[in-house]
């Protein structure tokens, strides 16, 4: 559309719409001058890349020339590359038929001197050099050999008849060879057992060779173990061994079948090599006999150590010790006997009596764990330099299933599960008897107990680590937080249940002593002097027993750590849980270490306070000046209270643990402050007064401070700040300490408004 025809169909009939008209047009005009401008400005950049153009089209040309010549080339390349592959190729063809040709003729002329070669070297009983004559026979192709038969069946000296000489000649000596073996074996020959074993595999019989070389060489053992066994305790006796009698008997076993796997190895990849799985053969029939000898050893491991009665004592010991638990709602069980139903008693199995067998045992099952890994790397060295890397892996998985299914596996369990439930009743009660010996020396903070207990769950654990058995050791550590969480926790709340014997504070109390006194006659003061020294004792132990646990755990997570240096995710996490159990016991043991400070709260401190925060009820905190100078001139209550606090903290300074006494200190901090503030709103201040108050809460918490190495300046922020608010000169004073529309002083600020209005209504001469 033209200018004029876009002017036509405007509506110009109106003055507005004209001058509308211009604007729009001159609007238009100047967009259009600013894009000529910009285009004028562009001009000499345009000329330039046209004047570019202009000289690279000469150039395009010559390079189009250059292209169509170097495309001729590379087409008469091409070609002469064709040619050329195509003559490659038939001279490679001619070159593989001349050495197959080659290779024929060699198997020719070897196949006849075979032929003429084992029957002389058969007759001459020459069974290594008839055997190399076979092994040559067997490498070549028989289809050849066949063939090559067809072409030259009419030859005097034909093929054929070659093959079939070797070929019976094969079967004959299969045969002699079987039979000098067994021969050797009879007579007990080992230079010609050994002799014959390499003579199999240039037979083709690799899987005979090796399953009758395996056969004897278990003879051998099983004569030498059985030998072994019948002298194990003169043996064991004569060497001071006595209670590691069939551990070492089983370490000379392993040892045995190792040092076979470790001597034949290299025979069998020099003569074996061909049938990569010729090792992992003998290792199956050597491992049956493996499991034989052990199964026999352990026959008689559980027959001279009674293992069956023994384990027979400890389960009906624990099942009685449930029962009278059970009865009696206590879990520490009487030390040597379980009273019967009918009456009597019936002995318990001394824990020392399982103690060595236990320590037989770890190290039976260590000795088997480390012939498992010493075979493992054996096999795996051997089929990595053997087999082919494609059958790695099948190779390796198929000796894993014959380890797994072994019968010394499922032996080795059976006794691991013996060792578990030896060691559990070994630790139960060895530590129900550290705590029924429990013995408390005067200066001593702690009694012997906590040393006695950890030292026997330490060595549990330990223990339980020489086994090298992931799950034992896991099995272990879960006993001993079980036990840990039982019968020694319950042995430390029992005395803090009773409370701390200070005096008859509340009804309750009252009431039992009476009934006591009425019972047994007059409590003695003795009595309550072994009372509050057992009470603290065990809190002591508490507190101390949970970093013994802490102590416990980290040791344990670096003994397990170089134990086990290469486990698995899964095994790595079920070691976590079961040390994060300790954990848990830790918690348990804080816990009652919070109960017995509480009982200290109730039966100590609250009761004392209560009398010493009441005289300061008794001092005036309206003052003059006359009365204030006399007031500090004379005892002041805040000299009185420190007094008192001091010899109430002295009095268990010595006798409690130093975090029980911070402990103990933090709690009387926080009861001062209670029971001083509900003092406070009983009286009123004027201006000298509420002075004199924030001096005296200042020297409290300064002696506080001072008597604990914990912080107990959060404790007095609450007291100090109305201790301040008591002192103001002003009510205008306030917003300098206090502004509620401020939330960041709000934060530090103890007080609510309404406590803020409560304790300043406390100044009898300031006004709201």
């Known amino acids: 559309m033209s200018v004029v025809d876009k002017l036509a169909a405007l509506d110009l009939s109106t003055t507005e719409q004209v001058d509308e008209t211009l604007q729009r047009i001159a609007d238009e005009e100047a967009k259009i001058d600013e894009r000529l401008e910009a285009l004028l400005g562009k001009q000499c950049q345009i000329e330039a890349k046209m004047s570019g153009i202009g000289r690279s089209l000469s150039l395009l040309q010559s390079v189009d020339t250059d292209s169509n010549k170097l495309n001729a080339q590379i087409v008469n390349t091409a070609q002469l590359a064709e040619s050329v592959s195509a003559k490659v190729r038939r001279l490679d063809l001619a070159r593989c038929r001349a050495s197959e040709c080659q290779q024929r003729v060699h198997d020719l002329i070897d196949l006849h001197l075979c032929s003429q070669g084992v029957v002389k070297a058969i007759n001459e009983e020459d069974y290594e050099k008839s055997a190399t004559h076979i092994a040559r026979f067997l490498a070549m192709d028989q289809q050849l050999l066949r063939r090559t038969a067809d072409d030259v069946q009419g030859s005097i000296t034909s093929v054929s008849d070659a093959v079939k000489t070797l070929e019976d000649a094969t079967e004959r000596t299969r045969v002699l060879i079987a039979k000098r073996f067994d021969e050797a074996v009879k007579s ?112 008689e491991f559980h027959k001279n150590r009674q293992i069956q009665y023994r384990s027979k004592q400890v389960n009906d010991s624990t099942q009685r010790s449930n029962a009278s638990a059970a009865a009696a709602g206590n879990t ?86 013996t060792y578990l439930l030896f060691e559990r009743y070994f630790m139960e009660e060895s530590v129900i008897k550290a705590i029924g010996l429990d013995t408390y020396e005067s200066g001593q903070q702690c009694s012997s107990m906590v040393d006695d207990v950890f030292f026997i769950l330490r060595k549990s654990i330990r223990r ?37 014997p200070s005096g008859y504070i509340d009804l309750a109390q009252a009431y039992n002593a009476i009934q006591t006194t009425l019972q047994q006659g007059k409590l003695h003061s003795s009595d309550a002097d072994r009372g509050r020294a057992n009470f603290l004792v065990q809190l002591n132990n508490a507190d101390i027993s949970t970093e013994y646990i802490e102590t416990l755990w980290q040791t344990m997570e670096q003994e397990i750590a170089g134990t086990f240096p290469q486990t698995t995710p899964v095994e790595r996490q079920l070691l976590d849980s079961c040390l994060t159990e300790l954990k848990a016991v830790r918690d348990a043991l804080k816990a009652t270490v919070d109960f017995g400070m509480q009982q200290l709260r109730s039966s ?104 604990t190495s914990w912080s107990v300046r959060d404790k007095m922020t609450r007291i100090s700040q109305i201790a301040t608010l008591l002192n103001l000169d002003k009510i205008s004073e306030l917003s300098e300490y206090w502004n509620p529309e401020n939330n960041k002083e709000l934060s530090t600020w103890h007080l609510t408004p309404n406590e803020v209005r409560t304790f300043l209504t406390l100044r009898c001469e300031m006004y709201l």
């Open 188 to 299: 007990d020959d080992l230079a010609s057992v050994e002799r014959f074993f390499k003579i199999f595999p240039l037979l083709g019989c690799h899987r005979t060779g090796i399953e009758k070389f395996s056969v004897y060489i278990c003879q051998k053992l099983s004569s030498k173990a059985q030998k072994e066994l019948r002298n194990a305790q003169d043996i064991a006796k004569a060497e001071s061994r006595l209670q590691l009698a069939y551990a070492d008997r089983l370490t000379a076993i392993l040892e045995n079948f190792a040092r076979v796997v470790e001597v034949n190895q290299p025979i069998i990849e020099a003569f074996y090599g061909q049938a990569p799985s010729s090792l992992i053969d003998m290792v199956a029939i050597l491992q049956h006999e493996c499991d034989a000898e052990v199964k026999n050893l352990l026959l």
């Open 604 to 707: 100590v401190i609250k009761p004392r306070l209560n009398p010493w925060i009441n005289q300061f009820l008794n001092y005036s905190h309206n003052l003059n000046e006359e009365e204030l100078a006399a007031y500090e001139a004379g005892e002041t209550f805040v000299q009185f209270f420190i007094v008192q606090l001091d010899g109430l903290l002295n009095s268990f300074k010595g006798s409690l643990s130093p975090r029980n006494y911070d402990a103990l200190v933090s709690i009387l901090a926080t009861e001062v402050t209670i029971q001083l503030e509900r003092a406070i709103k009983k009286i009123s201040f004027n201006r000298l007064g509420g002075l004199v108050l924030d001096q005296e809460v200042r020297a409290l918490g300064s002696y506080l401070t001072g008597a």
């Open 332 to 417: 520490i069980q009487a030390l040597g006997h379980y009273r019967k139903p009918s009456g009597g008693s019936v002995d318990k199995l001394n824990p020392k009596e399982i103690d060595a067998i236990i320590a037989e045992i770890t190290v039976m099952h260590a000795r088997v764990e480390l012939y498992f890994r010493f075979m493992r790397r054996r096999l795996q060295v051997y089929v990595e330099t053997s087999a082919p890397e494609k059958e790695q892996a099948e190779l390796i998985e198929r000796y894993e299933k014959i380890m797994k299914n072994s019968d010394l596996r499922r032996q080795m369990q059976e006794i691991l599960s």
């Open 464 to 500: 339980s680590l020489t086994t090298q058995s992931i799950n034992g050791t896991c099995a272990v550590i879960n006993n001993v937080a079980s036990c840990l969480d039982g019968d020694f926790v319950a042995a430390l709340k029992s005395p803090l249940k009773s409370g701390y």
